[in-house]
């Protein structure tokens, strides 16, 4: 099992739908929760973090975690083109030694 | 506020060959962190510094190394380079060992 794992996609949705990405971790004494985005080419920018049960929304973004589930999620609403990348769930594992990426979703968000 | 800085934004050596890597941090952050991203793959960790210090590190041999200086920039060198360390190698750095780190542009690294 991999310590964090997320469905390589693509994921497709029509611009100004609901995007839904989804992150699980294996690490259960995780204690914080990133999502990065990542054009092709250039370097992961900072999305979204949340550290609580529950929901944390930012704009057109939200972060849901459940460590009951070992289980977060990201869910961009009113999807633009420019929302398409390549999105990186990342968890700080138990003490905050490392942080672990995943393998990245991309989305594809159609005109 | 100026982001984290890399240098250079594009080397190239040849197998054998040692190559430097160096990022300053955002002002006031302590940690940096080294990521490799080869082409199409996930962001793999190889160093953690803090207050100086080397905090941890990835699955990668000891040809890989770095330090942290004073000012909490740092450098990553890498000896005896092979074909297979061609990549993107990125530097983040962040508050402490909880909080989210934040990216460099990354220098592309090529062994030809």
């Known amino acids: 099992q991999k310590e964090v794992e997320q469905n390589s996609g693509p994921l497709s949705v029509p611009e100004g739908a609901i995007a839904s990405l989804n992150c699980t971790y294996s690490?259960?004494?995780?204690?914080?929760f990133f999502w990065y985005r990542q054009y092709s080419g250039k370097s992961p920018e900072l999305i979204m973090f949340?550290?609580?049960?529950g929901d944390k929304e930012d704009g057109r973004f939200t972060a849901q975690l459940n460590k009951a589930s070992q289980y977060v999620s990201l869910l961009i609403r009113d999807s633009q083109p420019s929302d398409s990348a390549t999105y990186l769930c990342?968890?700080?594992?138990?003490?905050?030694?490392?942080?672990?990426f995943g393998a990245g979703t991309r989305l594809f968000v159609k005109a | 506020e100026a982001g984290v800085t890399q240098s250079p934004t594009h080397l190239i050596k040849t197998r054998g060959q040692q190559a430097t890597l160096r990022c300053s941090p955002i002002s006031g952050h302590t940690s940096v962190y080294w990521y490799q991203q080869a082409l199409g793959l996930g962001l793999q960790f190889l160093l953690w510094?803090?207050?100086?210090?080397?905090?941890n590190r990835g699955n990668f041999p000891p040809r890989f190394s770095g330090r942290q200086f004073p000012n909490y920039s740092s450098e990553l060198n890498v000896n005896a380079l092979e074909l297979e360390d061609s990549a993107l190698y990125l530097c983040?750095?962040?508050?402490?060992?909880?909080?989210?780190?934040?990216f460099g542009d990354g220098t592309r690294l090529s062994i030809l």
């Open positions: 983040a750095s962040s508050l402490g060992r909880v909080q989210p780190q934040h």
């Open positions: 949340i550290y609580s049960n």
């Open positions: 510094y803090d207050e100086g210090e080397e905090r």
């Open positions: 690490d259960r004494g995780s204690q914080s």
């Open positions: 990342a968890v700080s594992n138990t003490g905050g030694f490392k942080t672990i």
